[in-house]
């Protein structure tokens, strides 16, 4: 397992991360993981090398923090050797879902920010979160509010770090000019969808993450499953994938089949699974910290994990980011092409 450096912190993170979106029971049908099998997958994970694991409050209304808690309970894991990480800004029970009651258990104000906290490290069974991430933007609190509960989070000693997930670029760099004028606690991360069939970051957000030193962690890497090598051109549904019950995120799916077959072909050559080439070709992307795999199946996670000691050729990663590649937009063409031989 390969360790890379987050950000600006200083902490040494693994390649892979382990994600629990599928711990639980009641998560846009995606949470089936019981708490017997979340142990043997933490288990295998921390085998593995992997010290990094991303969950949300917002998993199956807590459940996904609560069985993680406990499998680090029940493996008896030092504390001390794992990072974890959470997020915050999802509606916590139906009626904040739909806004019929509830109204303040949802977004980014500094009231259930730090009540969330609170139940998080409740159900995670511990003193401290490692990396507190506001896991989208709230379009109706303002950033200052957010990051003032924040920065108390991280002065009470209840949180270490502090990132975001799903910003646009203007909201992360205007967070950091607020957090360096009001000298309050900084971002050190995003959290982003990031695949061979969603490469729309690279327009901004990539860029913003190696100019300003952001960690950069990775979502959907297999675009929802998308490119595990079952959905082909000659079998578009294939029955039982995730996709059939929830089609997220979204894709082209003309230009993702053509991104398919080269997928193929690479994994044929290299006797591979084709996910372990797509999340391959993700590790060898410059800026890319921590790759977040998740599985509802052990044989799903121990291919993933295969992925980390997988080194594509020149030839390969070439042939995968040109039928994948994203065309070029405004302004970023003409940045390119005003700065020709520039460095």
């Excluded at 004028?181 to 900084?186: E, H």
């Excluded at 971002?187 to 960690?215: K, N």
């Excluded at 549904?237 to 690479?266: C, H, M, W």
């Excluded at 995968?320 to 700065?339: D, F, G, H």
Aim: net charge neutral; aromatic share 6%.
């Amino acid at each position: 397992m390969e360790y890379r450096i987050f950000g600006k912190t200083g902490l040494k993170v693994s390649s892979l991360c382990l994600g629990t979106m599928t711990f639980g029971s009641n998560f846009y049908n995606i949470g089936a993981v019981d708490q017997n099998l979340a142990d043997q997958m933490v288990a295998k994970a921390l085998e593995a090398g992997i010290n990094f694991i991303d969950t949300a409050d917002v998993y199956s209304y807590g459940e996904s923090e609560i069985i993680l808690g406990k499998s680090l309970k029940n493996l008896s894991v030092n504390r001390e050797k794992v990072i974890i990480a959470t997020k915050v800004k999802g509606a916590m029970s139906k009626e904040a879902l739909h806004g019929t009651g509830d109204l303040n258990n949802v977004g980014l104000s500094k009231k259930h920010i730090i009540e969330a906290c609170n139940n998080s490290l409740k159900r995670l069974g511990t003193d401290y979160i490692d990396l507190y991430q506001i896991h989208g933007v709230d379009l109706i609190t303002s950033l200052l509010e957010t990051l003032e509960a924040l920065d108390i989070l991280v002065k009470q000693g209840k949180v270490i770090y502090i990132g975001c997930s799903n910003l646009a670029s203007r909201h992360i760099m205007k967070a950091l000019a607020i957090s360096q004028l009001k000298n309050l606690s900084s971002f050190v991360s995003l959290q982003a969808y990031y695949s061979l069939l969603g490469r729309d970051l690279e327009h901004e957000l990539l860029p913003l993450c190696i100019e300003e030193s952001l960690a950069l962690m990775t979502w959907s890497p297999l675009s929802g499953g998308f490119l595990s090598g079952k959905y082909t051109r000659d079998n578009p549904k294939p029955q039982g994938a995730r996709r059939s019950t929830f089609n997220f995120p979204p894709i082209n799916e003309e230009k993702a089949y053509d991104t398919i077959d080269v997928l193929l072909g690479i994994a044929k050559e290299r006797s591979v699974s084709p996910a372990q080439v797509a999340l391959a070709w993700l590790l060898h992307q410059r800026g890319v910290t921590s790759v977040i795999i998740g599985a509802n199946k052990m044989n799903q996670l121990e291919d993933n994990i295969k992925s980390a000691d997988l080194k594509l050729t020149k030839n390969e990663i070439d042939m995968l980011s040109e039928v994948s590649a994203v065309k070029e937009i405004y302004p970023n063409w003409m940045i390119s092409r005003q700065n020709v031989n520039r460095s």
